[in-house]
Nanobody
Framework: QVQLVESGGGLVQPGGSLRLSCAAS????????MRWYRRAPGKERELVAT????????NYADSVKGRFTISRDNAKNTVYLQMNSLKYEDTAAYYC????????????WGQGTQVTVSS
């Protein structure tokens, strides 16, 4: 059974930090590209960060570049999102996504974790 379980969300003041984790099971994690998305109330889903299957390549949305860092530990089947210098506009539900192509698309989603930036 495929599972992606996010954790680490919560309430944080502006300028603070949080580290999100996404634990994967039920598929060969090391073969999958991993992404973090977010969705704020009333807004479209936004791709926040991407990491290649080996971790050797990362990409970020302009809105988080320089503040967020995506990483992964293939031995632990876990992807992380370190979020620093948080802003009000980072408030959203954050979702991890696993994606792989092997004859067809394999695409899995977690249930999400809420991040609220508020004073």
């Amino acid at each position: 059974q495929v599972q992606l379980v996010e954790s680490g969300g919560g309430l944080v003041q502006p300028g603070g930090s949080l580290r999100l984790s996404c634990a994967a099971s039920g598929f060969t994690f090391r073969n999958y590209m991993m992404r973090w998305y977010r969705r704020a109330p009333g807004k479209e889903r936004e791709l926040v960060a991407t990491i290649s299957s080996t971790g050797g390549s990362t990409n970020y949305a302009d809105s988080v570049k320089g503040r967020f860092t995506i990483s992964r530990d293939n031995a632990k089947n876990t992807v992380y999102l370190q979020m620093n210098s948080l802003k009000y506009e980072d408030t959203a539900a954050y979702y991890c996504n696993a994606n792989h192509w092997l004859g067809r698309a394999y695409d899995y989603w977690g249930q999400g974790t809420q991040v609220t930036v508020s004073s």
